[in-house]
């Protein structure tokens, strides 16, 4: 009879057919991973293949394989179900393992890629503490002082944080009260681009009152579900008026006076 030589296969993966791109982006917390074996040797190949997600700094939290054989001189569709993505980077690593074949420059035992899930809309204003109030004069310039004072005219200082990946437009406003006369002024739209923020300026034209004044801060509602850290509200005390600088100028006309004059 003639000699039979058992010689295992050997499977390598098609890139082509790798279904994630690199920075790939998604709005899913899942992935359908879809890729082709490719078996080489002529001869059935027996494989496991894994799959494993890592954070940018290369901390796993997920692991995932599958044995497989892939008949000789065919090409084996495999599939994986990505869940539970965190948002932001996850580092995909795809290796197959067993009966493996010696890969083209189309053709890979490993393959890597970075999957990114974008952060939904989430837009904020600065904390209260992180708002800058300052006096201004009648011209719109700064008063210069570090407290406001009565006479001045308010300036208000605010960030819109989006903290998503998406940029968002919308409106800003202020609602002034001082000594129950209020002003109410809105911005035009603002966008804000993702992952950063804007510096809003509110210039008021109601003259500020000695005593206690109050302001009232709120974004249009921006539809992340979250309200809470679209307004603020602050208290503020107005200084009496500042104390007025006194110059005295003395000007002499000794030359002209006769002794005993007035």
């Known amino acids: 009879m003639p000699l039979v030589s058992a010689a295992g296969g050997g499977a390598v993966l098609d890139v082509s057919s790798f279904s994630l791109a690199d920075f790939e982006t998604t709005e899913d ?15 059935d190949a027996e494989v496991e293949v894994q799959v494993e997600l890592s954070s940018l700094d290369g901390t796993q939290f997920a692991a995932l394989s599958q044995n497989l054989t892939v008949s000789a001189d065919s090409t084996l569709a495999v599939q994986f179900a990505l869940t539970s993505l965190p948002y932001g980077y996850t580092n995909v690593d795809v290796e197959i393992l067993g009966e493996v074949g010696s890969p083209n420059s189309t053709q890979a035992i490993t393959v890597s890629r970075t999957l990114h899930r974008l952060q939904p809309a989430d837009i904020s204003l ?59 002024q809105t911005t035009s739209d603002l966008t804000v681009d993702a992952q950063s923020s804007l510096i809003v300026f509110f210039t008021s034209t109601l003259q500020l009152v000695e005593g206690s ?13 979250d309200s809470s850290d679209e307004s603020r509200s602050l208290t503020f005390v107005v200084s009496p008026p500042p104390l007025p600088l006194m110059t005295l100028t003395f000007s002499s006309d000794m030359g002209e006076l006769t002794a005993g004059d007035t």
Do not use: K
Not at 31 to 39: N, T, W
Not at 174 to 182: E, I, P
Not at 213 to 225: F, K, P, Q, V
């Open 29 to 43: 917390s899942s992935y359908d991973l879809q890729f082709d074996i490719v078996e080489l040797l002529s001869s």
């Open 126 to 184: 600065a904390s209260s503490g992180q708002i800058l109030l300052s006096g201004l004069t009648s011209e719109g310039l700064s008063t210069g002082n570090v407290s406001i004072h009565d006479g001045d005219y308010l300036r208000t200082e605010v960030a819109v944080i989006n903290d998503g990946d998406f940029s968002w437009t919308g409106t800003l406003s202020q609602s002034l009260n001082v000594q129950s006369v209020s002003e109410n």
């Open 213 to 225: 004044a109050s302001l009232e801060l709120a974004l249009n509602d921006t539809g992340d579900g």
